[in-house]
C-alpha cells in the first residue's frame, strides 16, 4: 500500500505534538484524579522500577554477551526505523493491519497479529534509544520516529473508536502491553494529551469488566497478562485506582484448582481446560507475576499473603520438575513445540530468569536453593546454554550472568526423584545421569492442542509418548529440528495406528480427548508405577501401556493393542535424532548392524539392542524388531503456518514393533535403559533374574524386581497378581525396604473406585502411618487395607507405611 506522505514528514509533525499541546493549554498530570495516597513521585519510582525490569541493571555493555546482545538490539532496530513508512493501515508496508472484512476468522487473526508486530517493533526501537551500546542511543530520530508511531497507531487504530476484530488477545494483551512498556520507556517525551489517549485506548479495549469473574479468557495466564497491562496503564496514567484494581484481581490466579484452568496442588497446570501447558502459559504465568511482585514490592498494591506463598511454592512444585540441564520438556509445552527458532531450552531459559526474579521476594532458604538449582541448569546444558540465547533479552542475561559470576552459589545437583501430576497426565523421573518422562491423554486432558495453525500434526503427542535425555548426552534430541521432520506416527514410546491423519485432527482448538479415564499411577517419592488406557485419535485403535520406573532403567508394558482401522498398528520403542550427520552403531544380539542410511532390518526374536551413545533396550520376553535408518525433510510451515518453508533434513535411527494390521490382543514389553553401554545391555538381558513380569494382560500389568524389593501391578480390573489382590481398578506399589518396613503407595487412577480393598500377603506387624482415606488397616499373616471412597481424591497416591514381620 503506498504511502501518501513520507516518514520524515510524518515524525517531523508528531515530534511537533509537544509544543501543540502545549498552546491548546492540554493540563499535564494524571488521567484520573487520583483518589489514593500515592503521589507523581510514587508513579514516577514505579516506572523507574519498571524500566529496570525491561532493560536490566548492573551489566558492562561493553562486555560480552552484553556487547552483542546490545549491537543486535541497535541493528534490528536500524532496520525497523529504515523500514517505517506511515501510511492509511499500517506503519511498514508489510504490516498491513486494516482488515477489509474485520471478523473473527483466520484472516482477521492475522490483521489483528500485525498490530502487535508493530507495537512491538515501536518497543523495539524505544530499548535501542535507551539502552547504552546499541548505536542509537539517545538518537533524536528514532524517538520522534517512536512517538510519531504511537500516534499513527492510535489515530488509525488502537483507539475508544475502533471495535476489536480477530484474536481477543492482539487487542487485551499483546498490543496494550507492548505500547504500555513503550509509554515507560519515553515517558518523559510524551505529552499528557498523549498519555491520555493512549491510556482510553487501554481502557477501551481492557474495560474493568474483564475482572468481574475468574472465566473464560480472563483466567491464568491471560488474567496475570491482563492484570499487567492494567497496572502499567494506571502507572502510565498515574491512576492508583487501576492499579489497585488490578493487583486485586491476580487473586484468583494463586489458589489451587481442582477443575480447569490454573495451578493443581500436584503441581499441575492447564490452561485452556485441558492442556498441560507449564512450558507456555505457565511459563507467561509466572513471568508475568514474577514482574509484577517485583514491580509492586514497597507501594501500597505489594502483592503478598498466603496467595504469594502459593505461587512461590509452585516453582518446586511444577516448575522445577520439567525443567532439566537447561532445557523445558516438550510434553508442558503443547502449540510451542511447533514454532520454528524455539526449542525445549529457548523455552527453559525465561523461566530460569523468572525464578531468580522470584526468588528475590522469597526466603532466604529458598532464594539460596533455587539460585543453586538454576546455576546446575546453566552449567550442564552443553547444547545451547542460557548465556548464549541472543533473543534472551538483556534483562534476563544480566540475571543469569550475575548468577554466572556469583563464586558463592555452587551449582546444585539434579535431584533423584519421580513425580506424578495425576491432573494432567504427566509423569517425570530423574535417576543419576538421566531423566525421562511421559505424556499421555486423559478424558480430562487433550490428546493434543490444535489452534491458529500450529502444532498440526501433535495428534500422538499423548498417546504415551516418552522423552528421556542424558545428564551429557542427549540434550539436542528435541532441539534440532526434530519436530518438523520427525514421523509422526513413531513418536518415542507410543503406540499408534498408521492410519493417516489429516493435519489438525480433531479440529481447530478441537482439544479432542478419549473417552478413557483410567490414566494415572503411584510413586512412593523415587520409584512409580504408571498406566495409560490408551484410545487412539481418530481410530479404533485401544491398549493398556504401562511404565514402572526403576533406579536405572524403565520397564515398559503393552497390551490388549486391538484394532480395526484396517491398518498396522506400531509400538515405537525409540525414535533417535541423530541430527545432519549421525551414525552411531546399532547392535542387535551382539551383531553390530549396517550403518547406512536407508538401511532397515527385522530380528525375530530379538533378546537387546544398543545404540551408541544413546541407551540399551532389553526385551525380556524376546521381540520381533524392526529398525530403520533414515533421512526425513520437512518445513516447519508443515506443523504450523507461520513457520518457515524452507526445507530441514535430519537423520533417524527407529526401533520398533509392528502389531500387523487390525491386531487382536498384541502386546510388547521392553526395558530402556538410558546411558547404557552395550556390555551392560547384554548383561542385563542374560539375567533373568533380574525382573519378574508377573502380568501382561488387558487385565493386570504388573512387575516385581527382587534385588529393589520393588513390586507394582495396574490393575485395570478387580483381580489377584503373584501376592497383591485388588477389589477395583487401581494402582498399587510396594517396597520393601532394608530397614524391616515397606511402603505400600494405592491409588484410584480411574476416579471411579467408591470402596477399595487391597491385600498384600505378606506377614506385617504394625501399621506405622496412613492417610485418612484408609477406613481400615488388619495385619497379621496378610496385610488387608479397606479403603473408603477414593473418588474425590482424583488418583492421588495413597501412602501407606508398615513394620514387616
Not at 341 to 347: E, L
Not at 686 to 694: C, T
Amino acid at each position: 500500500m503506498p504511502s501518501p506522505w513520507s516518514r520524515r514528514a510524518f515524525v517531523q509533525v508528531a515530534a511537533a505534538a509537544p509544543l501543540a499541546a502545549a498552546v491548546a493549554g492540554v493540563a499535564a498530570g494524571p488521567v484520573h484524579a487520583a483518589e489514593a495516597t500515592a503521589t507523581g513521585a510514587d508513579f514516577a519510582a514505579l516506572r523507574a522500577k519498571w524500566r529496570e525490569l525491561m532493560l536490566g541493571t548492573a551489566f558492562n555493555p561493553a562486555a560480552e554477551p552484553f556487547r552483542k546482545l546490545l549491537a543486535d538490539l541497535g541493528a534490528a532496530a536500524r532496520a525497523q526505523l529504515a523500514g517505517m513508512a506511515p501510511a492509511p493501515g499500517s506503519l511498514w508496508p508489510d504490516l498491513v493491519w486494516a482488515d477489509p472484512e474485520p471478523d473473527t476468522d483466520a484472516e482477521s487473526y492475522t490483521y489483528s497479529a500485525r498490530i502487535v508486530t508493530s507495537c512491538t517493533r515501536l518497543n523495539t526501537m524505544a530499548q535501542a534509544y535507551c539502552q547504552p551500546g546499541t548505536g542509537l542511543t539517545g538518537n533524536a530520530e528514532v524517538r520522534d520516529a517512536v512517538l510519531a508511531g504511537l500516534d499513527h497507531l492510535h489515530a488509525e487504530v488502537y483507539n475508544d473508536r475502533t471495535a476489536p476484530y480477530g484474536n481477543w488477545w492482539s487487542w487485551q494483551i499483546g498490543a496494550a502491553q507492548s505500547l504500555m512498556d513503550t509509554c515507560v520507556l519515553l515517558y518523559d517525551h510524551l505529552t499528557p494529551a498523549r498519555i491520555d489517549k493512549l491510556c482510553r485506548a487501554v481502557d477501551h479495549f481492557v474495560p474493568d469488566r474483564v475482572f468481574d469473574s475468574y472465566t473464560g479468557t480472563s483466567t491464568g495466564a491471560n488474567r496475570v497478562d491482563l492484570c499487567r497491562a492494567v497496572v502499567l496503564r494506571g502507572i502510565v496514567g498515574e491512576n492508583p485506582d487501576k492499579v489497585a484494581l488490578a493487583s486485586r484481581a491476580l487473586a484468583p490466579v494463586f489458589p489451587y484448582v481442582t477443575s480447569g484452568d490454573g495451578f493443581y496442588a500436584d503441581g499441575s497446570f492447564i490452561q485452556h481446560r485441558n492442556v498441560p501447558y507449564i512450558g507456555g502459559y505457565g511459563s507467561v504465568l509466572h513471568d508475568g507475576v514474577g514482574r509484577l511482585m517485583a514491580l509492586l514490592r514497597g507501594s501500597d498494591w505489594e502483592i503478598g499473603g498466603a496467595g504469594a506463598q502459593l505461587f512461590l511454592d509452585t516453582i518446586d512444585r511444577a516448575i522445577a520438575p520439567f525443567l532439566y540441564n537447561g532445557l523445558m520438556m516438550d510434553n508442558v509445552s503443547s502449540r510451542g513445540i511447533s514454532r520454528a527458532g524455539t526449542s525445549d531450552h529457548s523455552r527453559a531459559h525465561p523461566l530460569m530468569a523468572t525464578i531468580l526474579l522470584v526468588g528475590q521476594g522469597a526466603s532466604a532458604e529458598e532464594n539460596a536453593r533455587w539460585r543453586a538449582m538454576v546455576k546446575g541448569w546453566l552449567r550442564r546444558d552443553y547444547h545451547y546454554p542460557a548465556l548464549s540465547n541472543p533473543g534472551l533479552g538483556l534483562t534476563r542475561t544480566s540475571l543469569l550472568q550475575a548468577l554466572q559470576d556469583d563464586d558463592s552459589v555452587k551449582a546444585a545437583p539434579e535431584p533423584v526423584e519421580h513425580r506424578l501430576f495425576h491432573h494432567m497426565a504427566r509423569v517425570t523421573h530423574r535417576r543419576p545421569g538421566w531423566a525421562a518422562s511421559v505424556s499421555m491423554a486423559a478424558k480430562h486432558i487433550a490428546h493434543y492442542e490444535f489452534g491458529n495453525g500450529e502444532h498440526a500434526r501433535g495428534y500422538h503427542t499423548g498417546a504415551g509418548w516418552l522423552s528421556w535425555w542424558g545428564d551429557d548426552f542427549g540434550l539436542e534430541q528435541y532441539a534440532d529440528a526434530f519436530w518438523p521432520t520427525v514421523d509422526p506416527y513413531r513418536l518415542p514410546g507410543i503406540t499408534a495406528s498408521r492410519k493417516p491423519l489429516p493435519d489438525g485432527a480433531g479440529g481447530n482448538w478441537g482439544q479432542p480427548c478419549p473417552d478413557v479415564t483410567w490414566v494415572g499411577g503411584t510413586t512412593d517419592g523415587r520409584f512409580g508405577a504408571t498406566g495409560q488406557h490408551l484410545k487412539g485419535l481418530m481410530s479404533t485403535m485401544s491398549a493398556r501401556k504401562s511404565w514402572f520406573w526403576l533406579d536405572d532403567s524403565v520397564v515398559c508394558l503393552g497390551a490388549g493393542i486391538t484394532s480395526a482401522d484396517g491398518f498396522s498398528v506400531e509400538t515405537t520403542i525409540d525414535n533417535r535424532n541423530l541430527g545432519a550427520t549421525g551414525a552411531p552403531a546399532l547392535t542387535v544380539d551382539g551383531v553390530v548392524q549396517p550403518s547406512g542410511q536407508g538401511w532397515a532390518g527385522a530380528f525375530e526374536g530379538a533378546r537387546w539392542a544398543h545404540i551408541a551413545g544413546h541407551a540399551g533396550y532389553v526385551f525380556p520376553e524376546g521381540t520381533d524388531l524392526g529398525a530403520v535408518r533414515e533421512e526425513r525433510t520437512g518445513a516447519w510451515r508443515d506443523i504450523n503456518v507461520n513457520g518457515p518453508t524452507a526445507p530441514v533434513t535430519r537423520r533417524y535411527l527407529t526401533l520398533f514393533t509392528d502389531h500387523g494390521a487390525d491386531p487382536a490382543d498384541a502386546s510388547y514389553a521392553y526395558v530402556l535403559l538410558p546411558g547404557a553401554g552395550a556390555a551392560t545391555t547384554a548383561r542385563r538381558a542374560a539375567d533373568r533374574g533380574w525382573l519378574k513380569i508377573i502380568a501382561n494382560t488387558r487385565e493386570q500389568q504388573g512387575v516385581r524386581v527382587p534385588g529393589l524389593g520393588f513390586t507394582a501391578v495396574n490393575f485395570w480390573s478387580p483381580g489377584t497378581q503373584g501376592k497383591i489382590t485388588a477389589s477395583a481398578p487401581a494402582s498399587v506399589l510396594i517396597r520393601e525396604n532394608r530397614d524391616g518396613t515397606a511402603t505400600v503407595v494405592v491409588s484410584d487412577p480411574a476416579r471411579q473406585a467408591s470402596a477399595l480393598e487391597v491385600v498384600w500377603e505378606r506377614r506385617v506387624s504394625a501399621v506405622l502411618s496412613k492417610p485418612p482415606t484408609v477406613a481400615s488397616a488388619a495385619t497379621g499373616s496378610a496385610l488387608r487395607l479397606v479403603f473408603g471412597d477414593l473418588t474425590g481424591q482424583a488418583g492421588a497416591p495413597q501412602k501407606i507405611t508398615v513394620r514387616l514381620g
